[in-house]
């Protein structure tokens, strides 16, 4: 596609129920990162993507979170059990390579609210 | 630790005014990349700047220009002549290499209020 595509643009949930956001990268765009952008923390890296491989999933806030992406496009990540503080925009950006070299183009985001 | 120190939370400016908006980075890498980006009230990331630690050129675009000094580790950004539409919150980043990839570290940033 033209841009990086993020759906849904907003989501609100019950406090305790799962949810799944989703990243549709820049064609051709190898590198895929995702973000989260609350109040309190600014803006903060969760998880990067060379491929279908994360290499560290240390930026990840908890084990409720999780992240994948299949035959190296599409991504997803999963938010297990919410909770009130997982509220934030979620961002996804891709590059055309893992070098810094090259821009990132970020997506819409994806507004979590969880209630 | 913070990598990218952004100082001014709030700035607030009368049109045409001409605005510094300040940021200072921490790395140990001698290759890196510094970026600025605007996020107006709509919200969406739209990219600026992205500069790489080895050339140290100050850039001009229009109204905005980039002054980058690795002796102070600074990335400030100046708007000449302001205008309301450049109101946003504006980020510094700095993207190094790790087992993130390129990842970046932003700043907190800086809100600027341009009023007519």
């Known amino acids: 596609g033209a841009g990086v595509s993020q759906s849904p643009s907003n989501k609100v949930t019950e406090k305790g129920k799962d949810v799944e956001l989703r990243c549709d990268p820049i064609?051709?765009?190898?590198?895929l990162y995702w973000y989260r952008q609350s109040l309190g923390q600014g803006l903060e890296f969760l998880i990067y993507?060379?491929?279908?491989?994360?290499?560290?999933k240390s930026g990840l806030p908890s084990d409720r979170f999780s992240a994948e992406r299949t035959g190296g496009s599409v991504s997803t990540l999963t938010i297990q059990r919410t909770q009130q503080e997982d509220s934030a925009v979620y961002l996804c950006?891709?590059?055309?390579?893992?070098?810094?070299?090259?821009?990132?183009?970020f997506g819409s985001g994806t507004r979590l609210t969880v209630v | 630790a913070q990598k990218v120190t952004q100082a001014q939370t709030e700035i607030s400016v009368v049109e045409k005014e001409d605005v510094t908006l300040d940021c200072v980075y921490e790395?140990?890498?001698?290759?890196?990349?510094l970026f600025w980006y605007k996020q107006p009230p709509s919200g969406e990331l739209v990219f600026l700047i992205r500069?790489?630690?080895?050339?140290?050129q100050n850039e001009i675009s229009g109204r905005y220009s980039w002054n980058f000094q690795k002796s102070t580790s600074s990335f400030n950004f100046t708007i000449t002549a302001s205008q309301v539409v450049d109101s946003a919150v504006y980020f510094c980043?700095?993207?190094?290499?790790?087992?993130?990839?390129?990842?970046?570290?932003f700043g907190k940033g800086t809100s600027l209020l341009v009023t007519p």
């Open positions: 500069r790489n630690s080895f050339d140290e």
């Open positions: 950006a891709s590059s055309f390579n893992p070098t810094g070299n090259v821009g990132y183009t």
């Open positions: 790395t140990r890498d001698t290759t890196y990349y």
């Open positions: 993507f060379q491929g279908n491989s994360a290499p560290d």
């Open positions: 064609s051709g765009h190898t590198a």
């Open positions: 980043a700095l993207s190094e290499w790790s087992n993130s990839g390129y990842a970046l570290n």
